[in-house]
């Protein structure tokens, strides 16, 4: 499991998603019995997942949605890691919206009251704050989003991550949250506060691609 994790971080902040689709291909050929790896698989998908529909490529997209899908439904029956389990159907939940608009206001509501079930269940998993903040960054403000209290959510997953002894070396979770937390600040106009934390972002990792070459040269 722990070369995995590598190889996805080195895909990550490379971007070579074809590193981290060999991976999640070969951890699913596996077929492990195993509730953590296969958690640990369902996150690597979820990544993927977020790339693709990125990309615009749908097909790929619906293709992983739909194992992670399967994944969750398998360890949601064994009850485990409940709080991770519905912060991830949250998410894709959210996925399927972007992949069909018209099922938004059915999908909505389910992907808001899973992430507040994570956060019910266990309030020291970030990932359930993740996806309320998620949830109300990309709302419509006509519908009642809101990036400010985006924000809130994003910090206090981030601050939570940082108190898991260990939990934030080498994972692409946390430079993909403080990388999202900086884009919610240029989106407030706190563009300095932004800087601030491409700075940070390049001291935790001076190789991270994205945020050396595209995002931290945007706001200097």
């Not at 999640?24 to 790339?51: C, F, H, P």
């Not at 615009?56 to 890691?81: D, I, V």
């Not at 899973?114 to 960054?137: C, F, R």
């Not at 939990?167 to 999202?180: A, E, F, K, P, V």
Request: glycine share 8%; net charge positive.
């Amino acid at each position: 499991m722990a070369s995995e994790k590598n190889q996805i971080y080195a895909a990550y902040i490379s971007g070579n998603m074809g590193i981290w689709k060999e991976t999640i291909d070969k951890m699913e050929q596996k077929k492990s019995t195993s509730d953590g790896a296969i958690l640990e698989l369902v996150n690597y998908q979820y990544g993927y997942i977020g790339w693709a529909m990125g990309v615009e490529r749908h097909n790929e997209a619906r293709h992983y949605l739909e194992l992670a899908e399967k994944h969750l439904e398998r360890l949601g029956k064994r009850g485990y890691s409940p709080a991770s389990v519905f912060a991830y159907r949250s998410a894709l939940y959210g996925f399927r919206i972007g992949l069909n608009r018209f099922q938004a206001p059915i999908l909505g509501p389910r992907s808001v009251s899973q992430a507040k079930s994570a956060v019910e269940t266990d309030p020291e998993n970030p990932l359930g704050y993740i996806q309320l903040g998620n949830a109300e960054y990309y709302m419509p403000a006509v519908f009642g989003g809101s990036k400010t209290k985006a924000l809130g959510y994003f910090l206090k997953a981030k601050s939570l991550m940082e108190a898991q002894k260990g939990g934030i070396q080498n994972d692409w979770n946390y430079l993909s949250l403080l990388t999202l937390i900086a884009q919610v600040y240029i989106d407030l106009s706190e563009k300095e506060k932004a800087k601030k934390l491409y700075e940070e972002i390049l001291k935790i990792e001076p190789e991270f691609l994205w945020v050396k070459n595209e995002l931290f040269p945007g706001v200097k």
